[in-house]
């Protein structure tokens, strides 16, 4: 065993600690050399990152960068989690989706890594009379069943009642969410529901299935309207108060409320956002619990899911890259139960083999990767902790602006939450068209040979309220449209790319501008002449200083040639060029522009 020196072993004793404002200047330097001339604090804002909900993500944080006191695993305010021993034992709940059951698909499940599983019952899931053959041969002692019904629940959570009193299930032994939502339900419909029903579910769990959950508040509706993520937890903690008030109205005490609730979160490929969400959401409810009375019972029980906005329908695969990171970040960041779409989830039912990697995701990262094996791994990062304060300070600010405006029900009814979440959704979805949040295989390294996935199609799920946006949505038209053409006519519309010069001065810009026209279905031509090619449009790539003498005479052999338009890779204006495409052009404008002149509708 190595024994220290009585002072240490510190390798840097004899250099003098470096500063802030040392990096500062070593900063300027290099923002100098791009043509940048800013000193301070301004070169540490200019390598910053703007997020929603007026978040700046700066490019270095240090132990001035103080956050407030998280506390311990298991302890208010729960930041770090709301258990002491967090998934250590055994990982985190492994839950499954299922809005069809095909037989056997749950057993197989059951068996493969899935711990518990999510039912959608009753309308747009599996039918209520259904559940008895559905379930068939689980044992509902061991395995967890979460309910997700709707204005079905009251006859989907009799009807498992039921099934575990035919099994003879020790109501003790059961564990699950019965899932009733109201308010959530109204989200996704416009349609109000009377809370009684829930109420008297909640005091049968409390009286008699200690280990089940009445209520599931889902923030769901909220993300995949467009929200960011304080308007998420935002909109969730107005729906956890609204659930507190109506069941201590029915008679519960509050610590029997707390305990009937289990909350429902987005989990995105932005790691850090997600890590941070999940720790300000555990932290906002356990000042709800506290001002309500209960703060030793305010321990948040929380289910992540992966985005459903995040999952592309072009080039499916994908999407196992972003669950992955999804999943991770769940578990990180202290999801006691996670739910990884499968890859194909925006297409149709996922077929078994979308069902395995979705749940093998979670089996690797907690079996192989070991991530369940310390408690809060993010804990006492001075970034991590700085982001779990600033948001959890936003997501308060946007409660309270809920609750002074009546409550949850209120804002849903007024139309205020849906004109909030669709003016977020409006800026995000331009930095989409600009590609300033690129989604691969959709607007970057599209695949036009790429062979559409097929599957049967999944039950249409509730509609009528807050609007479902996916990231690929203005995509998506485009390459409908080009789909439409391709069937009408055997061949997508074309863009033919006139490269000027040697190699070196037009493959990065060639490049560029093939991504970019793929991105909308037109399939970029490189080989042959214009005439050859069955274009009618054209680009020229090149560089900045072959344009200055090359550009005004390509562009006018284009316009000979029968060119209608000629396109210019890079900024400029040169004579006979109609206009140009460049890093931060509003890529959709473009396409759908250069699609109508085509002719493609």
Known sequence: MTVLPDDGLSLAAEFPDATQEQWQRLVEGVLRK???EVSGEAAEDALSTTLEDGLRTRPLYTARDSAP??????????VRGGRPQGGVADGWDVRQRHTAAPDGALLADLENGVTSLW????????????????????????????????????A????????????????????????????????????????????????????????LRALTVDALPYHEAGGSAA???????????????????????????????????????????????????????????????????GAQ?????????????????????????????????GADSVTVLPFDHAIGLPDAFARRIARNTSTILIEESHLARVVDPAGGSWYVEKLTNELAHAAWEF????????????????????????????????????????????????????????????PEPPSGGLPRVRRDEAYEELRARSDAHLAATGSRPRIYLATLGPAAAYTARAGFAANLFQAGGIEPVTEGSFEESGATE?????????????AAQAAASLKAAGARHVVLAGRGEFAGVDSCVFAGCDAVAVLSETLDRMGVS
């Open 34 to 36: 791009s043509g940048r």
């Open 538 to 550: 054209a680009v020229l790539c090149s560089s900045d200083a072959l344009y200055a003498e090359q």
């Open 69 to 78: 006191d998280p506390g311990l695993p298991g302890f208010a305010p729960y």
């Open 119 to 154: 039912l959608v019952a009753g309308r747009g899931g599996i039918p209520v009379s259904g559940l008895a053959r559905a379930l068939d041969g689980v044992y509902l002692d061991l395995a967890p069943v979460v309910l997700d019904a709707g204005q079905d629940t009251e």
């Open 231 to 297: 308007q998420e937890l935002g909109a969730s903690l107005a729906t956890g108060v609204a659930c507190l008030r109506e069941l201590t109205e029915a008679g519960l005490g509050i610590e029997q409320a707390l305990g009937q609730l289990e909350f429902r979160y987005a989990a995105t490929a932005d790691q850090f956002l997600t890590i941070a969400k999940l720790r300000a959401a555990r932290r906002l409810w356990a000042r709800v619990a506290e001002v309500s009375g209960a703060a030793d019972a």
């Open 156 to 211: 989907a959570a009799a009807e498992l009642f039921r099934l575990y009193d035919e099994k003879g299930v020790d109501p003790k032994a059961v564990r699950g969410n019965l899932g009733a939502d109201p308010l959530g339900y109204e989200a996704r419909t416009g349609t109000a529901l009377p809370f009684a029903p829930a109420a008297e579910l909640a005091k049968r769990c409390a009286a008699e299935f200690p280990g």
């Open 399 to 458: 409660f309270r602006t809920i609750e002074r405006d009546g409550g949850q029900a209120a804002v849903l009814r007024s139309g205020r939450l849906r004109t909030d979440l669709a003016t977020t959704w409006a800026e995000r979805s331009k930095k989409l068209a600009k590609r300033r949040e690129p989604v691969t295989g959709v607007s970057e390294f599209p695949f036009l040979a790429e062979k559409p996935v097929v599957r049967e199609p999944a």
């Open 301 to 333: 029980v929380q289910h992540a899911v992966t985005s459903p906005v995040m999952m592309s329908r072009r080039d499916p695969w994908v999407n196992m890259l972003r669950t992955t990171v999804a999943t991770l970040a769940a578990g990180v960041g």
